[in-house]
């Protein structure tokens, strides 16, 4: 089969790799295609704009995976909208044999649901700008490829870590990190492990369903994850953060960098049931075998 990798950043290329792996033929769209390993045929795009380069008529799946060039409201509505709008417009235009568009999504569509269970049949509350425009682009690609024959999946990716991704491994080594002062559930998913549920979901046998959330099988107190990179790292237990005088917690990464958007995280536990019943598995099933991963060296960050 011929994959279009729309976006192909470090999550796009590692899929991409393990596709080719697979014998895949992959076409990769990103601004600079010249950093493209070669097993992906690199092409020159702007998501961003309506001209994008034709679709290879013998595509049988796209993968749509962006990511904002900043945090703010207007460059998520520009990827995320914009940019899926400008993709699906050349898809639908070129007569493609396309079966499956595959958009990469986040758990931020799920808000905050004060520590407890969510799964794909939670309805999205998003809490924050980033979480509604994602969804609003979920419901773009429904909407667009309903009655083509096109299957559209919604991959809703919990918080990435991996290779180079090491903002908590840097807080604890750096000691700015901190123990929250109420409980705060984390849910996230190793950058090999979304790459390999891309693949999965588009080329397994059967039908994927709309929608599918992509985390590991162990939601995490973030005061767990700190505690266990500091005794890996052979450093002392961060400390504990204070509770204000409303009995509040103080603020302890909950937001993002752009100041007043609420963590796109939440407080929340996600559960993989669904995707793990299409027959999927964890190379990195909790954060402890994919944080020794990390530490030890294993795999690196696409340019």
Same mark, same amino acid.
């Given at each position: 089969?011929?994959?279009?990798?729309?976006?192909?950043?470090?999550?796009?290329?590692?899929?991409?790799?393990?596709?080719?792996? *697979?014998?895949?033929?992959?076409?990769?769209?990103?601004?600079?295609?010249?950093?493209?390993?070669?097993?992906?045929?690199?092409?020159?795009?702007?998501?961003?704009?309506?001209?994008?380069?034709?679709?290879?008529?013998?595509?049988?799946?796209?993968?749509?995976?962006?990511?904002?060039?900043?945090?703010?409201?207007?460059?998520?509505?520009?990827?995320?909208?914009?940019?899926? *709008?400008?993709?699906?417009?050349?898809?639908?235009?070129?007569?493609?044999?396309?079966?499956?568009?595959?958009?990469?999504?986040?758990?931020?569509?799920?808000?905050?649901?004060?520590?407890?269970?969510?799964?794909?049949?939670?309805?999205?509350?998003?809490?924050?700008?980033?979480?509604?425009?994602?969804?609003?682009?979920?419901?773009?690609?429904?909407?667009?490829?309903?009655?083509?024959?096109?299957?559209?999946?919604?991959?809703?990716?919990?918080?990435?870590?991996?290779?180079?991704?090491?903002?908590?491994?840097?807080?604890?080594?750096?000691?700015?990190?901190?123990?929250?002062?109420?409980?705060?559930?984390?849910?996230?998913?190793?950058?090999?492990?979304?790459? *390999?549920?891309?693949?999965?979901?588009?080329?397994?046998?059967?039908?994927?369903?709309?929608?599918?959330?992509?985390?590991?099988?162990?939601?995490?107190?973030?005061?767990?994850?700190?505690?266990?990179?500091?005794?890996?790292?052979?450093?002392?237990?961060?400390?504990?953060?204070?509770?204000?005088?409303?009995? *509040?917690?103080?603020?302890?990464?909950?937001?993002?960098?752009?100041?007043?958007?609420?963590?796109?995280?939440?407080?929340?536990?996600?559960?993989?049931?669904?995707?793990?019943?299409?027959?999927?598995?964890?190379?990195?099933?909790?954060?402890?075998?994919?944080?020794?991963?990390?530490?030890?060296?294993?795999?690196?960050?696409?340019?």
């Amino acid at each position: 089969m011929t994959v279009l990798l729309a976006g192909c950043g470090d999550l796009g290329t590692e899929a991409g790799l393990r596709f080719a792996a *697979a014998g895949h033929r992959v076409v990769g769209w990103r601004r600079s295609p010249g950093k493209l390993p070669a097993a992906i045929e690199g092409v020159a795009a702007d998501l961003s704009s309506s001209e994008l380069p034709a679709v290879p008529t013998d595509t049988t799946a796209v993968v749509v995976a962006i990511a904002a060039d900043s945090p703010t409201e207007d460059a998520y509505r520009s990827a995320y909208v914009d940019g899926l *709008a400008h993709v699906l417009d050349a898809v639908l235009a070129s007569g493609a044999t396309v079966r499956r568009v595959l958009f990469v999504s986040s758990t931020a569509v799920y808000g905050d649901a004060g520590g407890g269970w969510i799964d794909e049949r939670t309805t999205p509350e998003p809490g924050g700008f980033s979480g509604r425009i994602i969804r609003e682009a979920e419901e773009l690609l429904y909407r667009r490829l309903s009655g083509t024959g096109i299957t559209p999946v919604v991959l809703r990716l919990g918080g990435i870590y991996g290779p180079g991704r090491t903002r908590l491994i840097d807080q604890v080594r750096g000691g700015t990190a901190v123990f929250p002062a109420t409980s705060r559930f984390t849910n996230r998913i190793h950058r090999d492990d979304a790459a *390999a549920a891309i693949v999965h979901l588009c080329t397994m046998d059967a039908v994927p369903g709309p929608v599918y959330i992509g985390v590991d099988n162990e939601p995490a107190e973030l005061g767990d994850v700190l505690g266990f990179l500091a005794a890996e790292l052979g450093l002392p237990q961060p400390a504990s953060e204070s509770a204000d005088a409303s009995g *509040a917690a103080s603020p302890s990464g909950g937001t993002s960098p752009s100041g007043g958007e609420p963590s796109r995280g939440g407080n929340k536990r996600a559960s993989n049931a669904l995707l793990r019943s299409t027959g999927f598995e964890f190379q990195y099933p909790s954060f402890r075998e994919g944080y020794r991963a990390i530490l030890a060296g294993v795999g690196v960050r696409h340019p």
